[in-house]
């Protein structure tokens, strides 16, 4: 079954009980199918929900649904959400971290890939301040070299350890950027990293 990512962003993202209660109804759709003698996986794409929430008021987090759609039912699925009061976009599974540091703070991001489109959306994650004697990518690296069996959970515990880390809009800045800038669109074949960095440049000097 093909895996998806249907992202929500913006400033006014719709209630998680609506959302919960559309996924309720094509879940439905699904376990029906699934009775039936004749039924088949690849009719259908597994969709999990994501938001990126770019206001400043507090939205409370929540682990959002995964529903198999089947694929004639995939319009009318994406369509219900387009009628909400915020920006979506079908990605593909995939997706990246880019870092930058600037001003003694390294700052994380997350690239999603756009299915269909020769296109990607970086969003802002979260910023650290810098008080390692290497950048994370680095750091990694070394890990990595000193012991190939580590695994990423207990690399990324060991960061949390050495550093802090905040919400994006704790910073000054990034509460004067508009909403729509609090996010980019590039080329999919653009370097994640330096779009990242040339992106955040270009929102700190606007803020």
């Known amino acids: 079954m093909e895996n998806l990512v249907l992202l929500l962003y913006g400033d006014s993202i719709t209630p998680h009980k609506h959302i919960h209660k559309i996924a309720e109804k094509y879940s439905k759709y699904f376990l029906s199918d ?15 929900i994501e938001e990126r929430y770019l206001g400043l008021q507090t939205r409370k987090s929540e682990i959002l649904p995964t529903i198999p759609i089947k694929y004639e039912y995939l319009s009318e699925f994406i369509n219900i959400f387009k009628s909400f009061n915020c ?6 599974d995939s ?21 269909d489109e020769n296109k990607k959306i970086l969003f802002l994650d979260e910023y650290s301040i810098e008080n390692l004697e290497m950048n994370s990518s680095d750091y990694y690296g070394e890990l990595f070299k000193e012991s190939s069996y580590i695994l990423d959970f207990l690399i990324r515990e060991d ?17 004067n950027v508009p909403v729509a800038k609090r996010f980019k669109i590039v080329e999919a074949n653009t370097d994640t990293e330096i779009a990242f960095e040339q992106w955040l440049k270009e929102m700190i000097y606007l803020g």
């Open 34 to 48: 699934w009775g039936k003698e004749d039924f088949s996986e690849e009719e259908y794409v597994e969709i999990t």
């Open 159 to 175: 960061m949390n350890n050495r550093r802090e880390r905040h919400v994006i809009d704790d910073l000054e800045w990034y509460r």
């Open 87 to 92: 920006d979506i976009c079908l990605c593909e």
């Open 95 to 115: 997706h990246e971290h880019p870092i930058a540091s600037i001003d003694d703070l390294e700052y994380e991001g997350y690239c999603y890939y756009l299915k």
